[in-house]
């Protein structure tokens, strides 16, 4: 039987094996869409941890379409359906060829691409043949540095072409990146039903606690730090100002989990902190309309992870050049600032991430194209800062006022008349 390209390893470099942490990021957009769907898993095998995640994935709507590995055949899939029980088996089907698929709102390659540019190019425009409209394609390149060098290359154009969305997963063997890819556009309303992404950009340490991967890469350095001045000069203490401060530094970047509000009409604080101001204003770049503009202060303290306020597609994204005033000062308003601008049912809904003065480097992880779900992680600002929430004036109502402390992701600023 004849395999699509996207299940072959055609390349030189070291076998790679898709971990339980990558499964799990290659099938988030089927576990995050809430509504009845249809997936496809190309690729798949009885011993599959992407074919275990897909199926922990479903929802009792749901219906997934297998099509076999070259290591495997499809009625050796039939028969490992066949011991998991009649849930999954009248879910779950095994198609013996991709010819006899229907189109499916999300598409898996079970295996990581390897092969020429070429060759994944076709891979790619093959298995997107098979999306319906607004629906989302997720497959893997190994990233290992020199390894599949032509499949890198050419998902790293299709990212910047049709990505909505790109995870490292660096606890896999070897470690590869996801690239999820959406061809046509998607409907905005499409964004009420999801739930916030798996992001390996947040490392678990507990059940309730992650720290964002710029934390570890910042702890790291600081602990690398402390080892170089400890082997330049043994005999001083220096080494332990750099070795006391990595467990700050890692806190600061910390992300905690959050219960996002289940109303529909409610409106979340993009950050935590205090808030500074409610007011209206005009602002033509993102349109004629009056905006409600809720302005929040994140101190050195405060959790530094932004949440979308909304469910919405990004639909714009720009940084306006400025300075680095003191966040909680009136100046701050001239400060440099990224602005995600978002597509949702109420109107435009914009959120600037500014800097303050510690605060120089902001992290924005949502390109355009893609949806957010309420209250999803999608960006942070390293150090003191100033997250502003711009709503449509006419459709939202205000919650919250000067002086009061808000959650990001939990607490409701505002809601939709």
Do not use: C
Request: glycine residues 10%; without cysteine; neutral net charge.
């Amino acid at each position: 039987m004849t395999q699509s390209p996207a299940v072959r390893s055609t390349g030189p470099g070291r076998p790679v094996r898709v971990g339980e942490r990558a499964a799990r990021v290659l099938t988030t957009e089927l576990a995050r869409h809430q509504g009845a769907k249809h997936a496809l898993l190309v690729g798949a095998a009885p011993d599959s941890l992407v074919l275990t995640a897909a199926i922990d994935a479903l929802m009792p709507g749901d219906t997934l379409t297998l099509v076999s590995a070259e290591t495997s055949t499809a009625e050796q899939l039939r028969q490992h359906l066949g011991t998991l029980g009649q849930w999954v088996a009248r879910r779950v089907r095994v198609a013996d060829s991709l010819a006899e698929v229907e189109p499916a709102e999300v598409v898996i390659a079970a295996e990581p691409l390897d092969g020429s540019a070429d060759e994944t190019r076709t891979t790619v425009d093959g298995l997107a043949k098979y999306l319906t409209g607004g629906g989302v394609l997720s497959v893997a390149v190994t990233a290992l540095p020199g390894q599949s060098p032509g499949a890198v290359g050419e998902l790293e154009r299709q990212s910047a072409l049709f990505g909505v969305g790109t995870d490292l997963v660096l606890v896999n063997r070897p470690p590869v990146r996801v690239h999820r890819l959406r061809f046509t556009p998607a409907e905005v309303e499409t964004a009420a039903e999801l739930t916030p992404a798996y992001r390996t950009s947040s490392v678990p340490l507990t059940r309730n606690m992650h720290i964002d991967s710029n934390g570890v890469a910042a702890a790291g350095i600081a602990l690398g730090l402390a080892a170089l001045t400890w082997v330049a000069r043994p005999k001083s203490r220096l080494w332990l100002l750099p070795a006391l401060a990595a467990a700050p530094v890692a806190a600061f970047f910390r992300d905690p989990e959050r219960d996002i509000p289940e109303d529909p009409s409610a409106i979340v604080a993009a950050a935590d902190g205090q808030v500074l101001s409610v007011e209206r204003l005009r602002d033509e770049r993102f349109g004629d309309g009056e905006f409600l503009r809720v302005a929040v202060f994140l101190s050195v303290l405060d959790v530094h992870v932004n949440r979308a306020p909304v469910a919405g597609r990004v639909v714009d994204y720009f940084v306006a050049d400025g300075g680095f005033a003191a966040a909680m000062k009136p100046d701050a308003e001239h400060n440099v600032a990224a602005y995600t601008v978002l597509e949702t049912g109420h109107g435009t809904v914009v959120v600037a991430q500014r800097t303050g003065l510690i605060a120089r480097r902001i992290v924005q992880r949502a390109p355009i194209g893609s949806l957010l779900a309420r209250g999803e992680r999608f960006g942070l600002i390293r150090f003191g800062s100033r997250t502003d929430v711009y709503l449509p004036a006419d459709a939202a109502e205000p919650l919250v006022g000067p002086g009061d402390r808000v959650v990001g992701g939990s607490s409701v600023i505002a809601h939709w008349r």
